[in-house]
């Protein structure tokens, strides 16, 4: 040894080193340079079956075109979509166009990620079969399975229910004889992630090394205490992913709840904000108790502990996962205040629109074409009231917008103006009394007052929430001197015409205000601070009507004579850019899907 090796070999701290054998290593499937696995690890291998002999690995099919085949739900008509289905044919037989598809999606355990459909009718299956050559796996599909997302930092499964096509970036596993809830308890164990990463150092999960990791046929066999852990933690995460309005089985508000609900905004969500943190807690405690169980099974207690950080309870209603756990306990707070302040705003303007309603839980109108009298149709059954012929429900208490075009706007210039509309649905939902506190404690949250919420940040939020594939679309000048929503499923031909007399309607009242300024500007009786001020406004007035005069002349005008149809099947990939400048512009909504 030379003098430098010397010095190295002295300053170098003995535990970088391992003594390993290559034979050892032969006993690890793929036979992996793993100088770190312990005997207890190799023993692992050796002594337990791989996961492929207890089950069925598959990867499912591949579109070759998904802007052709797959949408999220909430783009198309929920009547077309096919819940519950139990095979191809008796999809196929049922009539639906849509069956829910699972494409892997973000990393969460247990439930979760069901928010896309695909094409599935007798007609794209026989398409897909043949730009696929086959439709991979097609024996599995609509049955019950453990899902996972092929691509992540951290492995993850899901247990998806009866009725949906799975994707090739969502590899799947199918039990056979072996318990679903004790494969999906055995692969959400840190024990298994642990041993995963000793074969497979990617951040690819395709399903060949995964189906290599060894399982403890004694616990998968008779564990009754494991299968009911996994089922608490299914029905947890499930009730959480459904609090979301992106989520299918969404039915109301968890601020609207009635378990939940004080008279103020505050009170409500400190009651509801302790129910989260209660279900957080409880499901970190099932997870330690199922990772010890698996640590036991495995041998593993010199390798690993049984805790999990609160960064990987992947529920919404836990901020240390929903955003990242990249600030500290009291930003992460303040951010889950402010974006559930901006989810009740959401949901308000979702009834504001008839897709939601106060009289009726869970969807409205989500159909193409649906109008204010399918709306109350639709309340009234549920009301057990007559459908026809009868007074309007005396409990109705926030009714929906008439002609489906809500202007948002700079001030107070119409009666249905979307801050006046969310004013008055917060009177109603929580109450005149604590009327002022709770519109104080959300703008509070918000950082802003409403209106400028609205203005500023509300459809930008709208498009995030759901992907880039929004349901509310927004007419908007270059400037944002005019602005209005709709809803695209209630969206008719003549509904561009609507959204143009309302902006005819803003331009005369701005002038109509002009003209009282000019008079304010030269009379006698107005202070010099007055008619400054007279002067600036109206030199503002003037370059918004310039502003509205150019984009009806240039665009909404023309727009309207063409009176555009849509069809939901083609997507708001399609839609949405058929208007062109008259819609504000959502970047990346061209980019090809993937």
């Not at 535990?15 to 032969?26: L, P, W, Y």
């Not at 796996?137 to 092929?150: D, G, H, K, P, V």
């Not at 240039?554 to 008259?582: R, S």
Request: hydrophobic share 35%; proline share 4%.
């Amino acid at each position: 040894m030379n003098n430098e090796e010397h010095i190295l070999s002295k300053e170098k701290p003995k535990r970088f080193f391992f003594r390993a054998s290559t034979a050892d290593f032969k006993k690890i499937p793929g036979s992996p340079i793993a100088y770190s696995a312990s005997q207890n690890v190799i023993r692992a291998f050796c002594d337990f079956p791989a996961l492929s002999l207890v089950a069925e690995k598959r990867l499912g099919l591949c579109t070759g075109n998904n802007d052709e085949f797959i949408r999220a739900w909430t783009e198309v008509d929920y009547k077309n979509i096919g819940f519950d289905r139990k095979f191809n044919q008796d999809f196929i037989d049922s009539g639906f166009r849509y069956a829910p598809h699972n494409k892997g999606g973000e990393t969460r355990k247990w439930s979760g990620n069901q928010e896309l459909v695909i094409k599935f009718d007798k007609q794209s299956f026989d398409k897909l079969s043949v730009l696929c050559n086959r439709l991979a796996s097609r024996s599995r599909y609509f049955q019950e399975c453990i899902t996972w997302s092929e691509i992540g930092s951290n492995f993850a499964v899901r247990v998806l229910p009866q009725g949906f096509v799975f994707n090739i970036k969502g590899p799947s596993i199918f039990a056979g004889s072996a318990n679903l809830l004790v494969i999906a308890a055995h692969l959400n164990s840190n024990s298994f992630s642990y041993l995963l990463k000793l074969i497979s150092q990617t951040m690819s999960f395709n399903g060949g090394e995964v189906e290599k990791i060894p399982v403890c046929l004694e616990i998968l066999n008779s564990d009754v205490e494991v299968v009911n852990k996994s089922q608490r933690c299914i029905d947890i995460a499930s009730l959480d992913y459904a609090s979301k309005e992106t989520s299918w089985d969404f039915t109301s508000l968890p601020l609207l709840n009635s378990d939940s609900w004080q008279p103020t905004l505050n009170e409500t969500f400190q009651r509801l904000r302790v129910n989260w943190q209660e279900t957080t807690l409880e499901m970190q405690r099932l997870e330690e108790e199922n990772n010890r169980i698996f640590i036991d099974a495995y041998g593993l207690q010199d390798e690993l502990t049984p805790e999990v950080p609160l960064n990987e309870i992947t529920l919404t209603c836990n901020p240390h996962y929903r955003y990242s756990n990249s600030k500290n306990a009291e930003e992460l707070e303040l951010r889950l205040l402010a974006d559930t302040m901006k989810e009740f705003i959401s949901y308000a303007v979702g009834c504001m629109f008839g897709r939601y309603s106060l009289d009726k839980p869970g969807l409205i109108l989500a159909n193409q074409g649906e109008t204010i009298e399918d709306y109350w149709k639709n309340v009234r059954s549920y009301q057990n009231l007559p459908t026809a012929n009868c007074p309007l429900p005396t409990d109705s208490i926030f009714l929906p917008d008439a002609d489906n075009v809500i202007p948002i706007l700079d001030g107070d210039w119409f009666t249905d103006d979307i801050s006046e509309r969310f004013r008055q649905f917060l009177r109603i939902t929580f109450g005149i009394e604590h009327y002022e506190e709770n519109l104080k404690f959300i703008e509070q949250a918000l950082g802003k007052d409403v209106r400028k919420y609205f203005l500023k940040d509300f459809y930008n939020d709208h498009v995030r929430r759901y992907k880039k594939r929004p349901i509310y679309w927004l007419f908007s000048t270059p400037k944002g001197s005019f602005n209005a929503l709709i809803y695209m499923h209630r969206y008719r031909s003549d509904t561009v015409s609507v959204v143009l007399n309302y902006l005819r309607e803003f331009r005369i009242k701005l002038t109509t205000e002009k003209n009282h300024l000019e008079a304010v500007s030269i009379s006698a009786s107005a202070s010099p601070g007055e008619k400054t001020k007279a002067l600036k406004e109206i030199e503002s007035i003037r370059k918004m009507v310039e502003e509205l005069d150019s984009y009806e002349r240039e665009i909404l005008y023309p727009l309207a004579t063409e009176q555009l149809e849509i069809d939901l099947d083609d997507g708001v990939k399609v839609n949405y850019q058929k208007f062109g400048p008259a819609l504000r512009k959502i970047p990346g909504l061209d980019n090809k899907e993937e």
